[in-house]
């Protein structure tokens, strides 16, 4: 068991940081045993990177709809109203993907 710094975002995701002690069973120096424990934690009181990724997507999803509502009440537009559906589609699937990997992560231990 070696001790590492931890980052603790307030969205409940996290990371370890820089190692900070070896524990008894490892003599090797530099080294670590694998069995990660928490020396201390980092508390950071905003959302991590991967939720701000999320809402920067979310809001270019937003706009799009936008855009399309526009276009459909001002007509002949259907090519760039269906390319932008397309889009959304493609954003709403990163959207997902960093979601599911951040729930990934936010349950698990290590
Ligand atoms: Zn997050």
Known sequence: ????????????????????????????????????LVYETSFIPSPC??????????RRVRKMEEDIARWRREGNRMATIEKTEHDIRGVQGQI???????????????
Do not use: A, P
């Open 1 to 36: 068991m070696c001790y590492f710094e931890q980052s603790l975002w307030s969205c409940g995701y996290w990371k370890w940081g820089n190692f900070r002690q070896q524990c008894n069973k490892e003599y090797r120096t530099g080294e670590t045993c694998g069995l990660k």
């Open 49 to 58: 990177k991967i939720c701000e990724q999320i809402s920067k997507k979310d």
């Open 96 to 110: 997902e993907d960093l979601w599911r990997g951040h729930e990934e992560k936010r349950r698990s231990i290590c």
